[in-house]
Structures are given as C-alpha cells and as structure tokens.
C-alpha cells in the first residue's frame, strides 16, 4: 500500500514557476513509478509526466517537454515535477500517482494503482 499526498501548488503569474512535490509513505516507494497527471475544468484526467523507479527513464507529455522537469528522490521518498514557463492553459488540479510495483513508466490513468487527493494550480495570464 502507498500513501501519496501533493503539495506545491498555487497562483502564479504565466511565464511563472511552480515545484510541485508527492511524498509517498509506504514501503518499498523506490520501487514503484510514479507519474503526474492533471485535470482542468471541464476536461478528462491527462498525463504530464512520469518516472521510473530507477530514476533511468521519464516520458513527457508534449504540452510538457521543454518546460516541467520530472525527479524523484528515493531518500526521502519524494517525487518532483518543476514546471517552468507556466501557461495559463496549465490550469488544473495535478494529481500524482504511482503504479504498479517493479513496473514500467505508463502515460495512461489505468496503468497507477495509487493516487493522492492533488493540488490546484492556477495560472493568471
């Protein structure tokens, strides 16, 4: 079992940045991959990035490349997603999840077993 909760979240200016954090308790979280995912009003959930459990492979949504940053530091059972060069269309409420143990980096909502409760992020154009 794995507890993930987000912090980090807020109000930013566009061209702003954020560093939103998901600390996990639970054993074992260096095991697992972990993604970002993200939902505006009105829209479905929509993947923005993820990591493995070694750290050795991230994937990236396109609306993402270039500008949020993914990392993960085992020691302290934390994942990371540095968002750079905010939009005001990054608007949403960024949720983490991680998936299933020993598993691999997945960009889809069924491929995460366990998700935290998210954090509003609104960005003011």
């Known amino acids: 079992q794995v507890q993930l909760v987000e912090s980090g979240g807020g109000l930013v200016q566009a061209g702003g940045s954020l560093r939103l954090s998901c600390a996990a308790s639970?054993?074992?979280?260096?095991?697992?991959?972990v993604g970002w995912f993200r939902r505006a009003p009105g829209k479905g959930r929509e993947f923005v990035a993820a990591?493995?459990?070694?750290?050795?492979?991230?994937l990236y949504a396109d609306s993402a490349k270039g500008r949020f940053t993914i990392s993960r530091d085992n020691a302290k059972n934390t994942v990371y997603l540095q968002m750079n060069s905010l939009k005001p269309e990054d608007t949403a409420v960024y949720y983490c999840a991680a998936g299933r143990l020993g598993g691999v980096v997945l960009t889809t909502t069924s491929g995460y077993a366990y998700w935290g409760q998210g954090t509003q992020v609104t960005v003011s154009s």
């Open positions: 990591i493995g459990y070694s750290s050795g492979s991230t």
């Open positions: 639970g054993r074992a979280f260096s095991s697992y991959p």
